[in-house]
């Protein structure tokens, strides 16, 4: 490979991109020059910003903060890096290694250019210039002793971006299967949402013992002050001190008792920090991004010896992680790779998954009960929608954590009811994505339906009653959960287990018409639109945005009601919310059966845009 | 008895581009007909017009006696027909039992009758052996071959196929062209696309050539042919018959030599290097004399440097 095909390459891609941008309108190129812009704004004034803050705020600081800043840096940085690989991996690459061997170029040129692509990333394009000028920063503010940082960044980034390539490669393998692909990418979002939880989770625990030290403090002090009026007493009666002089002494023991258990705190925050610290730099020697934050540090102190094993340390794993991906890559493509075979089986067709196939739901006709079962069993197989259903389980987490870290809440009866329908409501905007862009997920196989000799009303049916396991199903488990925290008496656990369809099927009104009317193609593997349309997009946005306030509005009136009265009557009004949501559920389930009517017209005059729009999604 | 497929200057425009330009298409009953045509001279946006894949601008369609796009005939229609599009009509995540067990249960053939035809198509189309693969995991080739299967499945009357043959093994193409012959011999009708103009004069009854958007001939496949090879009369009737072929200008009778010998010399490298075969495109060609990069007569591969 030589500078032309270099140039060339880096020309291709700029073409690529180009045309991208161009494809997604007018708009979407105003705001890409924008975005570009803003980015080499922040990149130059990231590197000022940090060349600034080194010589500046750092002047006089402890090692402790140095280390808890680095620290922090490459945390964010880390944080940032991982949520642009977990959107790389969802999309198409631009340009992989496939594309370019039929090229006069070595598999070796297309490895070390495939390589040096990652670079271009936004996590990079921000945090280097920062990281850089830090460290030019703390060098002139502190010494020449931490010039060593800047090795230490550069082989932090080397091994960060070379790890990464090789975690790339061995997840493209992965997914070179495109049945395991989407369970892949939800599984790793998983694991990703998990890790970041961590500190919510330990920051949750903190909370809970701060909290616990304050009140022993507040009673610390109240015991003292009590023990400083009796003394004071005491000496009145005694007569060492005058009677006149009481509020004197008094203010005074209260303030040096306050300042004693200032004092104390402070003490015990200097401890928690150093035995924080003691844990970070413990992280930090085991874990290799640590090495940076550690190596400054220590270099700060004088000692140059770990900065540089650090740095050297680094250097070496990126090379040896470089080097197994490019013996790996070329196993691949020299066709050397062991593969386990996955053996299809042949299997009589008379199976239970074959059975569910026939089943006919109840008060459903044959041909709505053949789009809901074979519309749900590849919505529950699509990666996208995986993705989508990921959203209700970080709810559910952050949720649960909250409530285990506080245990039984102590609500107002009349108020309880409110919790749940919240429950509805953020449900229903995860759900949203799927429910408002019902036919961009089936892609080509729209065209199945547009084929079909069924009236089009059984397709809106099928497909809503589809999605509706799901989001009925994660709404009751979820109204489970808080019913054991916080408890409502039974009629109104009916009546919000009413709600329920109740909130769903004005959800299906809606999300039918976002449906025909704005349709987006959707990435295979992703919820990214393919070939993203501004008023669409714009539209969906809005819908997910604003309906939760315009379709709960019927539930907040009929959960609203009983809880003035019974605020005011001061009992409870159970059979109220019941009543309220027996007729409300009854009313909506009209309207729906009346809206899809007309639904059903809109969709046939509007198939075959929908499909434009929906299938020939490449690759 | 009504023709299977009637239109009426149909037509169909796109931004500022006639794609199809007042066609005037008829079809008998039992007949095969095969439709003709360069690339992008119309054939799969007439198809897709009269199975209500895509709306035309202007024109009437009548099939079996309805319009396609009337909301109660149009679904009566699609009862009797079966279409295999361009781009397929497959969900991803389904596999073949799945889609095909869909596809009957939209027709409401009865669970045993669905069973039956699919078992028989799997066999015949040679896909019962990765019936648990899903749709997205199938080559190009098995995913034609599974939307044939769904096409005759509820045994329509007729067949709409763009192009069945594309990406289709030998032997199941041999095996759809005899399925349609006889298909075509109980009195169903067959509408099929192809570029494959051997196969088309081997089975279709009739033949229709679209060119431009514009229908320049539909006749029988005797009175097309006329005594010359449908392939004379398609590129007569496309106008390109005596037009020579264009050759590229840099082809020369003596490049082939030198290119065999960097082929041969690159090869070296590969084992060297991992360096992939490189062609020689880019080099300056040497004078006719210059034999250090030639082949030796003998026929070594070995250069005489």
């Known amino acids: 490979m030589n500078l032309t095909h270099f140039v060339a390459l880096i020309q291709l891609r700029y073409h690529l991109t180009c045309n991208q941008v161009k494809k997604a309108g007018k708009l979407n190129i105003v705001i890409s020059i924008l975005a570009i812009i803003c980015g080499l704004i922040c990149s130059v004034s990231a590197f000022f910003i940090g060349i600034l803050g080194g010589a500046v705020w750092f002047q006089d600081v402890s090692t402790t903060t140095i280390l808890i800043t680095w620290n922090v840096i490459v945390a964010a940085f880390l944080a940032m890096w991982t949520v642009g690989l977990l959107v790389e991996l969802q999309q198409t690459e631009l340009m992989s290694i496939d594309k ?196 400054v540090v220590r270099a700060d102190q004088g000692n140059w010896i770990p900065g540089l094993l650090g740095s050297a340390a680094m250097f070496a794993i990126g090379l040896v992680s470089l080097n197994i991906s490019y013996h790996s890559s070329l196993r691949k493509y020299m066709g050397m790779e062991r593969r386990r075979r996955r053996s299809v089986k042949t299997s009589p067709f008379k199976s239970k998954l074959d059975l569910f196939s026939y089943t006919r739901l109840p008060l459903a006709s044959e041909q709505v009960s053949a789009v809901a079962i074979f519309s749900f069993r590849s919505l529950m197989r699509a990666p996208e929608s995986k993705m989508v259903l990921i959203f209700p389980l970080i709810v559910g987490m952050l949720g649960g954590s909250f409530l285990i870290g506080k245990g039984k809440i102590d609500v107002p009866l009349v108020l309880r009811s409110w919790i749940p329908l919240g429950v509805i409501a953020m449900t229903m905007f995860g759900i949203a994505q799927i429910l408002f862009n019902q036919f961009g997920i089936d892609r080509d196989g729209f065209r199945a339906f547009v084929l079909s000799p069924i009236n089009r009303r059984d397709i809106l049916m099928g497909k809503n009653l589809a999605i509706a396991p799901l989001a009925i199903g994660i709404c009751l488990v979820m109204i489970f959960v808080v019913q054991i ?26 999300g039918n018409l976002i449906s025909i009317f704005f349709p987006m193609g959707i990435k295979r593997g992703s919820m990214q639109p393919a070939n993203p349309r501004l008023v669409s997009m714009l539209i969906m946005i809005v819908g997910i945005m604003v309906a939760p306030a315009i379709l709960m509005i019927p539930s907040m009136i009929a959960c609203g009601i009983p809880s003035i009265v019974g605020a005011a009557t001061d009992r409870s009004m159970g059979w109220l919310f019941l009543l309220l949501s027996s007729v409300q559920l009854a009313v909506v389930w009209g309207a729906y059966r009346k809206i899809i009517n007309q639904q059903e017209n809109w969709l046939w005059k509007r198939e075959s845009k929908i499909l434009d729009v929906v299938a020939n999604i490449p690759e | 008895m009504n023709p299977a497929i009637r239109t009426n200057n149909l037509t169909k425009d796109f931004e500022g581009f006639r794609a199809v330009n007042q066609v005037n298409l008829t079809v008998e009953r039992g007949s095969l007909f095969g439709f003709l045509g360069p690339n992008g001279a119309g054939k799969s946006t007439t198809i897709k017009m009269l199975t209500g894949i895509l709306a035309p601008s202007s024109g009437d369609i009548d099939l079996l006696g309805g319009n396609p796009w009337d909301p109660v005939e149009g679904i009566k229609i699609k009862k009797q027909t079966g279409v295999v599009p361009e781009d397929l009509a ?175 010399e690159n090869t070296a490298e590969l084992s060297g290097e991992n360096e992939l075969p490189r062609s020689d495109a880019h080099r300056p060609l040497e004078p006719p004399g210059d034999t250090k990069n030639s082949i030796p007569a003998s026929g070594s591969a070995e250069s005489t440097e």
């Open chain 1, 100 to 295: 370019l061997l039929h090229l006069p170029i070595s598999l070796r040129g297309a490895f070390f250019l495939n390589y040096s692509s990652s670079f271009v990333n936004t996590t990079i394009i921000l945090f280097t210039p920062m990281m850089i000028g830090l460290s030019l920063g703390m060098t002139l503010a502190r010494g020449w002793a931490l010039v060593l940082s800047i090795p230490l960044v550069t082989g932090f980034l080397f091994l960060v971006t070379t790890l990464t390539y090789q975690l790339r490669g061995w997840l493209a393998r992965i997914m070179e299967n495109k049945r395991t692909r989407g369970s892949a990418i939800a599984i790793i979002t998983i694991v990703f949402i998990m890790l970041t939880q961590i500190p919510n989770l330990i920051n949750l625990r903190y909370q809970g013992s701060r909290r616990e030290r304050e009140r022993s403090r507040e009673i610390q002090l109240e015991e003292i002050k009590e023990l400083g009026r009796m003394e004071v007493d005491a000496r009145i009666l005694a007569g060492e001190i005058q009677p006149e002089e009481n509020g004197y002494w008094i203010s005074e023991i209260e303030s040096r008792a306050t300042e004693q258990l200032a004092e104390q705190a402070r003490r015990e925050k200097d401890e928690r920090v150093a035995y924080a610290a003691g844990v970070v730099e413990t992280v930090d020697a085991y874990l290799p991004p640590g090495w940076l934050p550690l190596g």
């Open chain 1, 485 to 510: 925290f916080v408890p409502q008496e039974f009629l109104s656990l009916l009546a919000t287990g009413l709600q329920v369809p109740a909130v769903y099927l004005l959800y299906c009104i809606l």
């Open chain 2, 90 to 264: 497959l969900f991803d995540n389904l596999t073949a039992r799945e889609y095909l067990t869909f596809v009957g249960r939209m027709h409401l053939l009865d669970k045993t009758t669905i069973i039956q035809r699919s078992e028989e198509l799997l066999q015949l189309l040679k896909l019962e052996g990765v019936e648990k693969k899903l749709a997205v995991e199938y080559s190009h080739g098995m995913k034609k071959k599974l939307a044939l299967a769904a096409a005759l499945l509820p045994n329509p009357d007729l067949l709409f196929l763009d192009e069945p043959f594309e990406g289709v093994d030998a032997v199941t193409a041999r095996v759809i062209r005899d399925l349609l012959t006889n298909y075509v011999a109980r009195g169903s009708t067959v509408f099929v696309t192809s570029h494959v103009l051997e196969i088309v004069e081997r089975i279709c009854t009739h033949v229709g050539i679209i060119a431009n958007g514009i229908l320049v001939e539909q006749s029988s496949l005797e009175e097309l042919r006329k005594g010359n090879s449908l392939e004379q009369r398609f590129l007569q009737l496309v106008g390109t018959v005596d037009e020579p072929t264009p050759n590229l200008t840099w082809l020369d009778g003596g490049r082939s030599l030198r290119e065999a010998a960097g082929v041969f």
